[in-house]
Structures are given as structure tokens and as C-alpha cells.
């Protein structure tokens, strides 16, 4: 719209006062929102509600309900040989709150998921020797067709909840940026990964969703160690159990499950 010096009557509906000194303005205003842009006009606060259901038993109300939030602070799963410490076991309940992270409610979910990698964090003691938190990025085809990167998602919250930055400190490289033309022997061995340069004795957190055979992190530890980080330290949403992950190496990520996040 064009500001000119002419001043000219403004049409009601377009008028930019709350409605004090013009009740019929304010009227009007609504009158047009309710009508032209939404459609729909009578949704309501209750009507709202109702669509949120839990990622974990789908009882209306919440994105995680109560009954889900005790079961997800059962045992964490033990760090495997790869050494990365995981907040769930990727089973169960859990799994499909992990799962909801990619279909539904995924920021109150994310959040959630969040606080209990940072439970786990906490028990190790490693939130006292961190400068970043980070995250294995995901594929660049796998980010357009979900809007979003999970592992992104949940390190935000992560770090919020640490009080530490978090940095986007990695890219895909090679032949890994595209999973498409690579043989399964490649897929297993996982992605590779860029550092930012200039990272000497920072002390860096790596976020991934689901970890199955810890190649992910493993490359991504890798290139940070490449940048001048002393020790990654890796922790995962949830981990596969060690014979889901054995199977895993046999016969190929997609074939243990097909809604894995490589
Ligand atoms: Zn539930």
C-alpha cells in the first residue's frame, strides 16, 4: 500500500486503532478476518484442545500425557560399544513418542524428548564441560520432504535447557549429502561430515535423533575432532536395542526398520 502526504478517509475495516474511540472500526475488523481470510469461523479454544493427542498412547490433551511422561523415566539404555549415551531405548512406548517427534506435535514433543537427553547429560556430569551444543545434520533430501531437521530440533531445546549456544557446526559432504546411488556396504558405514573450521578446545555435544549403529555420530565426532574439539561428547534421543542394531549390520538400516532416521 502506498504512503503518500494525501490524506485520505481510510476504509473501516482497514483502520489500525484497537477499537478504543471506534467501536464500529473494531466491528469491522473482525467482521472481515471471520468472513474473507479464515473461513472457517467458528473454531474455538476447546475445539483446538481436542486435536492435540499424546505421541505415546494417543489420549487427548496433551503432546506427551502424564501416564507417558512416568514410563519414558523407566531405565536409560546402557551406552553400547559405540559409546553414545541415549535418553530412551528406541522400543515401545517410547519409540512411538520418538516417532510422534517426526509426525505430530513435534515442537511440544521435541521439547520433551529435550529434557530427558538433558536428564541424561546430567547424570553423566557432562553438562558442566560443554561450550555448544550441536547436531549430526540430516540429509538435505530427507530435510526438504520433512520441512525440518529433528536432530536440529531437539539440540535447540537441548541447549536452551543447558544454558549453552547452539551451533550449526556441521555439513554433510561427499557422496553422503544424497543416500540415493550408494551402495548398502556405504550406507552402513554412514554419512561424512564437515566441521566449521576454528574450533580449538571448544568442548562440543552432538544431538541425533535415533542412534542404531552410532555410524552417524561416530563420522560426525570425526570431523570435530578434525576441527580441534578435544572430545565430542554424542548423545542420542533413543538407541535401538544391541540386537536390532546387530540385525541392523546385517541386512541393511531400512530392512530393521523402515522408519529410521540413517
Ligand atoms: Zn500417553
Redesign the pocket.
Known amino acids: 500500500m502506498h504512503h503518500g502526504t494525501l490524506v485520505t478517509p481510510q476504509p473501516r475495516s482497514r483502520c489500525s486503532s484497537d477499537g478504543a474511540g471506534h467501536p464500529n472500526c473494531h466491528v469491522n475488523v473482525g467482521a472481515v478476518v471471520d468472513s474473507a481470510s479464515v473461513g472457517y469461523p467458528f473454531v474455538t479454544l476447546d475445539s483446538m484442545m481436542f486435536q492435540i493427542r499424546?505421541a505415546?498412547?494417543d489420549?487427548p490433551g496433551a503432546a506427551?500425557?502424564t501416564?507417558?511422561r512416568f514410563a519414558l523415566l523407566g531405565p536409560r539404555p546402557q551406552p553400547g560399544s559405540h559409546g553414545i549415551h541415549a535418553a530412551l531405548p528406541f522400543t515401545g512406548r517410547a519409540r512411538k513418542v520418538v516417532l510422534g517427534l517426526k509426525y505430530r506435535n513435534r515442537r511440544q514433543v521435541a521439547r520433551h524428548l529435550a529434557g530427558l537427553v538433558v536428564n541424561a547429560i546430567v547424570a553423566t556430569g557432562d553438562q558442566r564441560h560443554v561450550d555448544i551444543v550441536t547436531w549430526a545434520p540430516t540429509s538435505d533430501a530427507r530435510r526438504r520432504s520433512r520441512g525440518f531437521d529433528q536432530g536440529e530440533l531437539v539440540a535447540r531445546h537441548v541447549a536452551r535447557q543447558l544454558g549453552v549456544p547452539c551451533r550449526r557446526l556441521l555439513v554433510r559432504s561427499g557422496a553422503s549429502t544424497t543416500q540415493t546411488g550408494r551402495s548398502r556396504v556405504e550406507r552402513l558405514q554412514g554419512p561424512e561430515f564437515l566441521a566449521r573450521p576454528g574450533l580449538d578446545g571448544r568442548r562440543v555435544i552432538v544431538i541425533d535423533d535415533v542412534v542404531t549403529t552410532g555410524a552417524t555420530l561416530r563420522a560426525a565426532a570425526a570431523a570435530l575432532r578434525h576441527a580441534g574439539v578435544v572430545e565430542p561428547l554424542l548423545y542420542a534421543v533413543a538407541s535401538t536395542p544391541a540386537g536390532a542394531a546387530t540385525a541392523a549390520r546385517r541386512s541393511g538400516l531400512a530392512a530393521a526398520d523402515p522408519t529410521l532416521a540413517a
Do not use: K, L, Q, Y
Request: with cysteine; proline share 0%.
Open positions: 499424546c505415546g498412547c489420549a506427551v500425557c501416564t507417558c
